[in-house]
């Protein structure tokens, strides 16, 4: 069955500091590929997608993840945290089907320290 | 461009009660997804419709749920009776075309049953 993991619960980092969160995912095919972001009572965000070509992604707010397809897995990364990226961040993955269909991580929970 | 409205934001009822939720997706979009997230978790897709069908329902509790997207446009997600364990956010997303699978995501619904 597919599958999305998200191997971190928790993450705490000082601000500056650089940020990988990991992110792997079970499917036959290659997905399409998400990280979105969800700050404390508001919606979901798109950071970044992987659709194909570049396996190396820039998104918003300074973003980028990397797609490596031997490891099943797309992280997303910051050189320099700032205390208002804390927040809890979502893994996505769009399956190839007939139809479209989304389905996500558990989330991991990122804390920043001042 | 408007985005995905939800409505209520906030709900608060009693378990065997009935609760209704609204959403309406941004204009044009042929995809609609309602997902159940519970505090702590990633979304998880509760069903998906293309147009006014449903293409997955596979895990929706259809014992206790229900939902319906009338002309392919607004869609209303319903439980009946309410259980403790169905406390939650209820998201709304919508995609514009088939194979697009960004999704846009509505603030959610925060329902707590008592």
């Known amino acids: 069955a597919q599958s999305v993991t998200q191997p971190d619960i928790h993450i705490t980092v000082s601000e500056g500091a650089s940020l990988e969160l990991r992110c792997n995912y079970s499917y036959g095919a290659t997905p399409y590929l998400f990280w979105y972001v969800q700050s404390p009572g508001q919606g979901l965000q798109l950071l970044l997608k992987y659709f194909s070509g570049d396996t190396l992604v820039q998104g918003i707010k300074g973003f980028e993840a990397e797609f490596k397809r031997s490891q099943s897995s797309f992280n997303l990364r910051k050189p320099s945290v700032h205390w208002s990226d804390a927040a809890e961040y979502f893994c996505a993955v769009g399956l190839k089907t007939s139809y479209d269909k989304v389905i996500f991580g558990p989330g991991t929970s990122l804390s920043v320290i001042p | 461009e408007a985005g995905v409205a939800q409505s209520p934001r906030y709900k608060i009822i009693e378990k065997r009660q009935s609760v209704a939720f609204w959403c309406n997706p941004i204009?044009?979009?042929?995809?609609l997804y309602w997902y159940q997230q519970i505090l702590g978790q990633g979304p998880k897709l509760l069903i998906q419709f293309q147009n006014n069908g449903v293409v997955d329902d596979s895990q929706l509790p259809k014992d206790r749920f229900s939902a319906e997207r009338l002309k392919g446009v607004d869609s209303t997600l319903k439980i009946q009776p309410a259980k403790l364990e169905d406390s939650a956010v209820y998201l709304c997303?919508?995609?514009?075309?088939?194979?697009?699978?960004?999704?846009?995501f509505g603030q959610g619904t925060r329902l707590t049953v008592v």
């Open positions: 997303a919508s995609t514009p075309a088939r194979r697009s699978t960004e999704a846009f």
């Open positions: 204009s044009g979009h042929a995809t």
